[in-house]
């Protein structure tokens, strides 16, 4: 059935939005591609699972699980990030930097969690509705409004708080901005605990719809939430939502109609041939060189 | 300048700890070598260490452990002690052939316990072979992979004995007739689901196959796969993987399709399905070879001690690598541990009655054993009845 599998699809595809937008946070003010953005979101995910295992209640381990991974990500922001950016280091530095984040921390989970695939517990009921014909699970409904929710929420506060407005000046010139009284390590910190936040939101809705969670669970993952944020223009949030309901769709249509080998090539064709047709994403703007 | 000697401290933090990371993997590796290899008779175990497979590798390390704690307690060979050696192989081809060449650069080592998966013991077995070291793999059941050479044996059943059990549980046991197949794209999946579709289309002429999908292994998400098989009206699923395929597949299954039954196969049959798939996994049959609560006193006594020892009850593979275990040393009991190829005659042609029943290689170097049918029911393993 076509409409089932769009279906699944966009379920999927929302939570990968949902790691887009951390890419995208990151990429729109320090131009820099943060690699280390998939692990962060597995560490979410694991981290939430073992609050969980000491039974305070599912909704504060959850909550404690998401900022946990919110402070996370600020201290690799200072323990890594913001030196470099002092230094002057050249971008590629920075982006090699990320991918060895990205190593230590999926391997610290493992040392301290083991690698298997441990059992997430479900966070909504396990039941399927019938409308007009597709069958839809709580959990898909869930997690779709949650993510859409979560995106207005982050959509608001990048347009019309004061904090938003100092990402956006830092956005466009970190140097005027630092002179005009915004103190740019504080935004930018700011903007990797959002983009960890929504990480972990991502990785504990993910790991309830599957019933698990590991800590490689942010590898490929994190790799397709890329190939969203850049299909969808990298540094604009309704980009990502449009690149990850797209990837999700069409990951979702190649296993159907294809068969499931294909279902994780597809993510990287299609971010390919975006790049190859438009270089700045669907909704990415025109890069204005800056002196 | 304080801001960056933080900085600096934390980053130093995090090399330490990466540093630790990397000598824990280190010191899994090769583990007893500080015993003087003259008076040591060495017990290599390759398999995954580390990683996704890691469950079944650390049950290889576990049940060689166990086997030379009990010799070494018992009866000495020749005076000399047994101890073990732990290769790491990450369950991956390429990692497999770097350890598999370690193995033969050492010069001394005349027979290996491993690996896991079929296509990557298919991949070390070659250079096994033309170094006339001898290779016992405790859960290839890939047809060819005792082909390989003269050196190579398996204890474990081919594959075809397992799919017919498999098949015999869905159709005659449950009762079912339109069976869907989901397979793993390894070696082992690919020719197993051939090998279950020949199976069903010769000795089953009252069930049919509806639907056949394949996956990648450890995708995590299934329900393309699922939906397909559903609509194409499948009341039982074959699943051709591990647990880490299983227990998804139960749980994404059963949450469009309550109904549906599953069946497996023996290395489904680890305490990690019933974690993994807790409720979900309710129901799920397959046949092993080894039973951990079988009555015979030998069974009770290995899974007594590894109980004690581990924690957790051993699993079928497990209770095979203890036994290719013993069979190695039984042989080197026999005929002494300097002359390769009288160890190789000696574990052909040898009888060993272990835990998981009666061996004796045949002309392959394959095996030839009984199934017994498992069911999970209220949480736990039990006979299917």
């Given amino acids: 059935m076509g409409i089932q599998q769009i279906f699944n699809g966009v379920t999927i595809g929302m939570s990968y939005a949902l790691i887009a937008v951390g890419y995208s946070l990151v990429f729109g003010i320090l131009r820099l591609v943060n690699f280390s953005h998939g692990s962060v979101y597995a560490f979410g995910a694991t981290i939430t699972l073992y609050l969980i295992s000491f039974n305070f209640g599912i909704m504060p381990a959850i909550i ?12 690799i922001d200072k323990a890594a990030m913001e030196p470099l950016r002092k230094q002057g280091a050249a ?201 | 300048m304080k801001r960056s000697k933080i900085n600096l401290m934390i980053i130093s933090i995090l090399a330490v700890a990466m540093f630790v990371t990397a000598c824990s993997g280190g010191n899994g590796n090769q583990q007893g070598s500080g015993v003087n290899n003259e008076d040591a008779v060495r017990v290599i175990v390759a398999g995954p260490m580390t ?56 010069g ?24 006339q070291i001898i290779e016992i793999s405790p859960s290839a059941s890939h047809p060819d992979y005792s082909g ?103 749980r994404q299954y059963k949450e469009i399709n309550p109904d549906i039954e599953i069946v497996g196969f023996s290395n489904a049959y680890s305490q990690q399905l019933l974690e993994l798939g807790g409720e979900y996994v309710e129901g799920v049959a397959f046949p092993v070879i080894f039973f951990s609560q079988s009555d015979d006193p030998k069974v009770v006594e290995f899974v007594e001690t590894y109980k004690n020892k581990y924690g957790n009850e051993p699993s079928a593979l497990t209770a095979q690598a203890y036994d290719s275990v013993g069979i190695f040393l039984t042989a080197v009991q026999n005929v002494g541990y300097g002359d390769t190829a009288a160890l190789r005659d000696e574990i052909a042609n040898l009888e060993y009655d272990g835990v998981t029943g009666f061996t004796k290689f045949d002309e392959n170097g394959d095996v030839d054993k009984s199934f017994t049918k498992v069911v999970v029911r209220d949480g736990q393993f039990g006979l299917l009845k």
């Fill in chain 2, 108 to 131: 001394n080592i005349p027979v290996v316990i491993g690996h896991f998966a079929s296509g990557v013991s298919m991949a070390a077995a070659p250079i096994y072979q033309d170094n």
């Fill in chain 2, 148 to 250: 390989i050479g003269d050196y190579i044996f398996r204890n474990n059943t081919v594959i075809h004995a397992e799919a017919s059990a498999s098949v015999d549980i869905a159709v005659n046991d449950l009762g079912k007739s339109n069976i869907g197949i989901i397979s793993i794209m390894t070696d082992w999946g690919v020719s197993t689901s051939g090998i279950v579709k020949e199976i069903v289309e010769n000795d089953f002429p009252g069930a049919n196959i509806v639907a056949h999908e394949e996956v990648i292994e450890g995708s995590d998400d299934y329900r393309p796969a699922i939906s397909k098989l559903n609509d194409a009206g499948a009341d039982v699923v074959i699943t051709v993987g591990m647990y880490n395929l299983v227990a998804p597949v139960a």
């Fill in chain 1, 64 to 75: 404690a699980g998401i900022i946990l991974t919110g402070l996370l990500n600020i201290l």
């Fill in chain 1, 91 to 291: 971008s590629i530095t920075s982006l090699i930097t990320t991918i060895g984040i990205s190593n230590i921390l999926t391997n610290l989970l493992i040392v301290r969690f083991g690698s298997q695939r441990r059992q997430f517990p479900s966070l909504f009921p396990d039941k399927t509705m019938n409308l007009l014909g597709v069958d839809i699970q709580y959990t898909q409904i869930g997690m779709l409004l949650i993510s859409l929710v979560l995106m207005v929420i982050l959509v608001l506060v990048v347009n019309k708080t004061k904090i938003g407005l100092a990402m956006r000046a830092s956005e466009q010139n970190m140097k005027a901005a630092k002179l005009m009284g915004i103190n740019v390590n504080f935004v930018v910190s700011f903007t990797f605990l959002l983009g960890g936040i929504s990480a972990a939101i991502a990785g504990v809705l993910v790991s309830s719809y599957y019933g698990m969670a590991y800590p490689n669970m942010g590898y490929v993952s994190g790799l397709k939430a890329f190939a969203a944020a850049v299909l969808g223009g990298i540094g604009s949030l309704p980009g990502s939502i449009i690149g990850g309901v797209l990837v999700g769709i069409s990951e979702s249509a190649a296993a159907t109609y294809l068969g499931s080998e294909f279902r994780d090539s597809v993510a990287f064709i299609i971010l390919i041939v975006v790049l190859i047709i438009r270089p700045n994403g669907l909704l990415g703007k025109k890069e204005i060189e800056k002196v």
């Fill in chain 2, 51 to 106: 990683g996704d497979n890691s469950e079944y590798g650390i049950g290889f390390a576990n049940a060689a452990d166990l086997m030379a704690e009990k010799w070494n307690a018992e009866a000495t060979i020749e005076g000399k002690t047994v101890v073990v050696e732990k290769y790491d192989d990450k369950n991956s081809p390429e990692e497999a052939v770097t350890v598999a060449n370690r193995i033969v650069s050492d």
